[in-house]
């Protein structure tokens, strides 16, 4: 996956916008979201019949340098993958299978057990915090495919100081420096992080 090319610590960042704020009085009556498998390069018209159904749509992106027809570079928001969106639960399970099998489009909600029946369901806090995370106007961070977010080590951390404050997810390592990782159906995302700032938690 592309890792942001500037190597600027996120220490360094103005504080994440906070867009869609949880605290923890409010985290657990907060809505849980789904994570959406694309196929077949469906993205935009998977997208568009989403938000047809008015349903609440987040598309991680990044910001990307690309030379236009004119041979001017031009630096524009994309999606970080195009096979992956998550969107709000904001109606019943039955709806929802409902809005999947008559899309007549190739896309399928992740389950929590390969030939299961249920839907993955993204709390409202974990939710929050990956979408803080993704700001795409913080550097020095990296995207990882979900087995390779799988196979890092790391001690699950709660952040302390800075503007990931109180972001929560293992503390591990990549090329010699430390990244906060957090983890979500589909994909992971790190951010480097200084380790005097994360605090251990139980697991």
């Not at 961070?141 to 302390?160: D, I, M, Q």
Request: proline share 5%; aromatic share 8%.
């Amino acid at each position: 996956m592309h890792t942001d090319k500037h190597d600027i610590s996120t220490e360094q960042q103005a504080p994440m916008q906070d867009t869609a704020p949880i605290t923890a009085d409010n985290a657990l009556e907060a809505l849980p979201w789904y994570a959406i498998h694309i196929l077949n390069n469906r993205h935009k018209s998977v997208v568009a019949y989403l938000q047809d159904q008015h349903l609440e749509v987040f598309i991680p992106q990044q910001y990307v340098d690309h030379v236009d027809a004119n041979g001017k570079i031009r630096h524009e928001l994309r999606p970080v993958v195009y096979n992956l969106v998550f969107v709000k639960k904001t109606m019943s399970t039955a709806q929802m299978h409902d809005i999947v099998t008559r899309a007549n489009l190739p896309f399928y909600v992740l389950r929590t057990e390969k030939g299961g029946t249920t839907y993955y369901e993204i709390s409202a806090r974990e939710m929050y915090e990956f979408q803080q995370m993704c700001n795409p106007t913080i550097t020095m961070r990296r995207y990882l495919s979900e087995r390779e977010a799988r196979l890092k080590p790391g001690a699950k951390v709660v952040v302390t100081h800075g503007p990931l404050k109180g972001i929560s997810g293992r503390l591990v390592r990549i090329s010699k420096k430390y990244f906060l990782l957090k983890e979500v159906p589909g994909m992971g995302i790190a951010l480097k992080v200084s380790r005097w700032c994360c605090q251990a938690v139980d697991e």
